[in-house]
């Protein structure tokens, strides 16, 4: 078994220039939580996970939580104040970066795998503990994307065989 035998090819794909905001509405009605970034070649350029665009959103380190008390019958609020007055709200403005093309947070540097990589390597790919890989582009000799292999494609292989084994030794 292979990338190709494993893969999926109706891959939804978007544009470096995409903006974020665009990105993030996708992303929001998608059964997948991240998207092949490829250029008008049709090249992998990146990836971009909802990771990546979360990320840009998060308070910064920072960032003051305040505890506020009320009488006893009522739990403790707390509140965030951002101490950076002259950064103020750099990573939190979400109209400061919707407009901005998703190839400013995708992940420039993707692993990719060709139709014949084989499943051990697959494996070895996504259990990676320095790298949390959850789906590999398969690419062919230019770069171009021919489909994706998801730690969810590779787990459904290893059902499928394990019922198939156990079916023949029935």
Do not use: C
Not at 43 to 67: K, N
Not at 84 to 97: F, I, M, R, V
């Amino acid at each position: 078994m292979n990338a190709r035998d494993l893969m999926t090819t109706d891959v939804e794909t978007v544009h470096p220039d995409d903006e974020i905001s665009e990105v993030l509405t996708r992303l929001a009605t998608a059964d997948f939580n991240g998207f092949p970034v490829v250029d008008d070649d049709e090249r992998v350029v990146g990836i971009v996970t909802q990771h990546d665009l979360v990320h840009i959103f998060q308070p910064s380190d920072r960032t003051l939580w305040i505890p506020v008390g009320f009488p006893p019958f009522l739990e403790t609020l707390e509140y965030a104040i951002d101490l950076s007055w002259d950064d103020l709200d750099t990573e939190l403005d979400l109209l400061k970066h919707a407009g901005k093309p998703v190839e400013t947070v995708m992940t420039a540097d993707v692993v990719t795998v060709e139709p014949e990589t084989d499943f051990d390597r697959i494996l070895d790919l996504l259990a990676d503990d320095e790298r949390d890989i959850n789906r590999l582009p398969v690419v062919d000799d230019d770069g171009r994307l021919l489909g994706i292999v998801a730690r969810q494609d590779v787990l459904r292989a290893v059902r499928d065989e394990r019922r198939t084994s156990g079916e023949r030794l029935a």
